[in-house]
């Protein structure tokens, strides 16, 4: 199946800012066509902070900026920036990362559980179980993970776990049925209306 391909590779400078200086802008226009045609561009200027996976993951999924996916999120940083609070474009966004992933040489099950991850990283707001890991998340270095931590990085196994049962399917829309499903089992929230 044809995923997409991306235009290049993305050309970018690290940016310096009062913050965690995670973010990078990029120098040249960069884009990923999907496999229905549609340009997902990120123009220059743009900037990026990788992956949009909650941190207490990344020892599961990966970091922002390592991996197969990396063109993939930069991307998915920009058509989620264009999204907003717009929640189908957003799930439209996580779609196509899905396929850039795919397309970046991530296998379908590496694909799977990125999606998992951001489609986490979408809904987590209106999960209550979840907001505080990411709060504790964001403090900086420290010996322990919090107990929030613990239990999203436990949801999100037991989450991957429902939705790999049923295979390494390549569909996205049987994928996202099945994160739906799975989300929405462990959290009592109704993903699909997020």
């Known amino acids: ?53 909650p941190r207490p993951l990344w020892t599961l999924v ?9 063109r993939a999120s930069v991307v998915h940083d920009v058509a989620c920036a264009r999204a907003g609070t717009d929640r189908s474009r957003r799930r439209a966004a996580d779609r196509m990362f899905y396929h850039a992933c795919r397309a ?4 379908v099950r590496q694909a799977i559980l990125l999606y998992l991850g951001v489609r986490i990283g979408a809904v987590w707001p209106s999960v209550p179980q979840w907001a505080s890991a990411l709060q504790v998340a964001e403090s900086g270095p420290r010996l322990s993970r919090s107990a929030a931590e613990d239990r999203m990085e436990a949801d999100f196994r ?29 959290t009592a929230v109704d993903v699909r209306q997020l």
């Open 104 to 107: 970046g040489d991530c296998g």
């Open 158 to 186: 037991r989450a991957g776990e429902m939705v790999l049962a049923g295979g390494e399917d390549d569909d996205i829309e049987e994928i996202e049925r099945r994160v739906d499903g799975a989300l929405t089992a462990l």
């Open 62 to 70: 990966g970091s922002p900026y390592t991996g197969d996916y990396r």
């Open 1 to 53: 199946m044809n995923h997409g391909t991306f235009s290049g590779e993305p050309v970018t400078r690290w940016l310096t800012e009062p913050d965690n200086d995670r973010r990078m802008q990029l120098l040249e226009l960069f884009r990923f066509q999907d496999p229905a045609g549609k340009f997902w561009d990120a123009p220059a200027g743009s900037t990026v902070d990788g992956a949009s996976i």
